[in-house]
């Protein structure tokens, strides 16, 4: 079900999301956040922390440390 | 003898992934601590040949093969009940449950899998999972989307993103996310953004249908 799969079968039904640009994992996972959106409050904001992702990213060169890339995303608001 | 060292030891560092391998197919009343059975090397008889050329005195390498829970036997009747695995990221919602029989939507329209069901791979849609057993009320859970995968030793197998029993949702949160989407999805400026939109004007009204709230 790759997208170059799809466009060489004559555009054989592709959903439309696959149309669109975007991959199942991202359709899946804008799915899942709909349905984390719609939760009742104590559900809810603990099916956020799930949402929560941290990367650093930390590049060296010549042995020294660059400067770090950090992508934070879905953080809980803290107290 | 070198063949058989590899083995133990490569079965202890897959000792921790044979839980996720051993739980596709059910297990049958297996007491702790017994080994799973292997399976065979699926390997060529010319490399066999050619190995004993290259290194007459050293067992065979090992492969993935060696390494995999054998498929368990399809049982020659249909089992009374459907063994069912309901599967989140982050829990088991359901862990290898003798179950009647579970009613999961799919892209290609709502399917009930009973045991004996034919082995089928379905893609899920944002939809109403129900799990049937037996005279209880049946559990009712909204599916964001994932997958149902049916075992021919009648194992289901339904993995999801987020599951969520329906009483935790919130009616007006509903409603105003699916006018907020509708509204997105026609004042999108490119492609991808009203795909997005479009995810989520599906799924909220799945939702709306699946809780009986209208807009």
Same mark, same amino acid.
């Given at each position: 079900?790759?997208?170059?799969?799809?466009?060489?079968?004559?555009?054989?039904?592709?959903?439309?999301?696959?149309?669109?640009?975007?991959?199942?994992?991202?359709?899946?996972?804008?799915?899942?956040?709909?349905?984390?959106?719609?939760?009742?409050?104590?559900?809810?904001?603990?099916?956020?922390?799930?949402?929560?992702?941290?990367?650093?990213?930390?590049?060296?060169?010549?042995?020294?440390?660059?400067?770090?890339?950090?992508?934070?995303?879905?953080?809980?608001?803290?107290? | 003898?070198?063949?058989?060292?590899?083995?133990?030891?490569?079965?202890?560092?897959?000792?921790?992934?044979?839980?996720?391998?051993?739980?596709?197919?059910?297990?049958?009343?297996?007491?702790? #601590?017994?080994? $799973? %059975?292997?399976?065979?090397?699926?390997? !060529?008889?010319?490399?066999?040949?050619?190995?004993?050329? =290259? +290194?007459?005195?050293?067992?065979?390498?090992?492969?993935?093969?060696?390494?995999?829970v054998a498929r368990p036997p399809v049982p020659a009747a249909?089992?009374?009940?459907?063994?069912?695995?309901?599967?989140?990221?982050?829990?088991?919602?359901?862990?290898?449950?003798?179950?009647?029989?579970?009613?999961?939507?799919?892209?290609?329209?709502?399917?009930?899998?009973?045991?004996?069901?034919?082995?089928?791979?379905?893609?899920?849609?944002?939809?109403?999972?129900?799990?049937?057993? #037996?005279?209880? $009320? %049946?559990?009712?859970?909204?599916?964001? !989307?994932?997958?149902?995968?049916?075992?021919?030793?009648? =194992? +289901?197998?339904?993995?999801?993103?987020?599951?969520?029993?329906?009483?935790?949702?919130?009616?007006?949160?509903?409603?105003?996310?699916?006018?907020?989407?509708?509204?997105?999805?026609?004042?999108?400026?490119?492609?991808?953004?009203?795909?997005?939109?479009?995810?989520?004007?599906?799924?909220?009204?799945?939702?709306?249908?699946?809780?009986?709230?209208?807009?």
């Amino acid at each position: 079900m790759s997208g170059a799969a799809a466009t060489s079968v004559a555009q054989a039904a592709a959903p439309y999301w696959r149309n669109a640009g975007m991959t199942y994992l991202s359709y899946a996972n804008t799915c899942a956040a709909m349905v984390r959106n719609c939760l009742k409050e104590p559900f809810k904001t603990k099916a956020l922390q799930r949402e929560h992702a941290y990367y650093k990213f930390q590049p060296y060169a010549d042995g020294a440390a660059q400067k770090a890339v950090v992508r934070e995303s879905g953080a809980p608001a803290s107290s | 003898m070198l063949a058989r060292r590899g083995l133990r030891s490569g079965l202890r560092r897959w000792a921790a992934a044979r839980p996720m391998f051993a739980r596709g197919f059910a297990d049958d009343a297996k007491k702790e #601590g017994e080994k $799973a %059975p292997t399976g065979q090397a699926h390997v !060529s008889d010319k490399f066999k040949e050619d190995w004993k050329k =290259v +290194a007459p005195n050293y067992d065979l390498p090992n492969f993935p093969s060696n390494y995999m829970v054998a498929r368990p036997p399809v049982p020659a009747a249909i089992p009374a009940k459907l063994t069912l695995n309901f599967v989140l990221p982050h829990m088991f919602e359901i862990n290898a449950k003798p179950v009647d029989y579970v009613i999961v939507t799919a892209t290609t329209g709502q399917m009930g899998i009973l045991p004996g069901h034919v082995p089928t791979i379905a893609q899920l849609q944002p939809g109403i999972l129900s799990v049937h057993d #037996g005279t209880e $009320a %049946p559990k009712i859970y909204f599916v964001s !989307s994932g997958f149902a995968f049916v075992h021919a030793n009648s =194992v +289901a197998d339904v993995v999801a993103i987020e599951a969520v029993p329906m009483d935790r949702f919130d009616n007006e949160e509903v409603k105003r996310n699916y006018a907020e989407y509708t509204q997105k999805m026609n004042s999108a400026k490119n492609e991808l953004e009203k795909a997005e939109a479009q995810v989520g004007v599906e799924v909220c009204a799945a939702l709306m249908a699946a809780l009986g709230v209208t807009a």
